[in-house]
C-alpha cells in the first residue's frame, strides 16, 4: 500500500506540469519520457543535449529535493524484481503501439486536447485498473 501525500504530490505534478511547458516553450517539444529516452538510444538524435539534460534533471530531482527539504524520496516494492522486468516489457509494448506514453499522451497530449491522447490515456489507465485487480483480487498475488 502506498502512503497518500497530497503536497509531495502537487509539488511533484507541478514540476512535472512546469517541465513540460519549459520544453514545449523553448524547444517545441513534447515531454514524453520514452521519446526522451529512444532519442538517446542509436542511432542517436542529433538534438541530443536537451534530451540529457532533462533525464538528467530527472534522475537529480530526488537529491535536489533531499537537500531542499531533508526528505529523502523512499521507494520500494512489494513486487518481486522479475514481475518489476515483465511489467515494464508489457509497458514498453504499450507504449510502442500507443505512440507514446502516459507522460506524453497524459501530461502533454491531455494538455493540448489531442483526441489519441486523451483515447491513449484512458486505455493507459484502464488497462493498469484491470492489472492491478486481476493480479491482487484474482490471483492473489501482491
Given at each position: 500500500?502506498?502512503?497518500?501525500?497530497?503536497?509531495?504530490?502537487?509539488?511533484?505534478?507541478?514540476?512535472?506540469?512546469?517541465s513540460?511547458?519549459?520544453?514545449?516553450?523553448?524547444?517545441?517539444?513534447?515531454?514524453?519520457?520514452?521519446?526522451?529516452?529512444?532519442?538517446?538510444?542509436?542511432?542517436?538524435?542529433?538534438?541530443?543535449?536537451w534530451?540529457?539534460?532533462?533525464?538528467?534533471?530527472?534522475?537529480?530531482?530526488?537529491?535536489?529535493?533531499?537537500?531542499?527539504?531533508?526528505?529523502s524520496?523512499?521507494?520500494?516494492?512489494?513486487?518481486?524484481?522479475?514481475?518489476?522486468?515483465?511489467?515494464?516489457?508489457?509497458?514498453?509494448?504499450?507504449?510502442?503501439?500507443?505512440?507514446?506514453?502516459?507522460?506524453?499522451?497524459?501530461?502533454?497530449?491531455?494538455?493540448?486536447?489531442?483526441?489519441?491522447?486523451?483515447?491513449?490515456?484512458?486505455?493507459?489507465?484502464?488497462?493498469?485498473?484491470?492489472?492491478?485487480?486481476?493480479?491482487?483480487?484474482?490471483?492473489?498475488?501482491?
Amino acid at each position: 500500500m502506498t502512503e497518500f501525500t497530497p503536497l509531495m504530490s502537487l509539488a511533484g505534478g507541478s514540476l512535472i506540469g512546469l517541465s513540460a511547458v519549459l520544453l514545449m516553450a523553448f524547444h517545441g517539444r513534447i515531454a514524453g519520457m520514452t521519446g526522451i529516452l529512444t532519442g538517446m538510444l542509436p542511432p542517436v538524435a542529433t538534438d541530443w543535449p536537451w534530451r540529457i539534460a532533462f533525464l538528467a534533471g530527472a534522475v537529480a530531482a530526488p537529491a535536489l529535493i533531499l537537500a531542499a527539504t531533508g526528505q529523502s524520496v523512499d521507494f520500494s516494492s512489494p513486487v518481486p524484481a522479475p514481475w518489476l522486468v515483465l511489467g515494464g516489457l508489457v509497458v514498453g509494448i504499450g507504449v510502442y503501439f500507443g505512440g507514446g506514453c502516459t507522460s506524453g499522451h497524459g501530461v502533454c497530449g491531455i494538455a493540448r486536447l489531442s483526441p489519441r491522447s486523451i483515447v491513449a490515456t484512458l486505455t493507459f489507465m484502464a488497462t493498469a485498473a484491470a492489472s492491478v485487480f486481476v493480479l491482487r483480487h484474482v490471483l492473489g498475488a501482491f
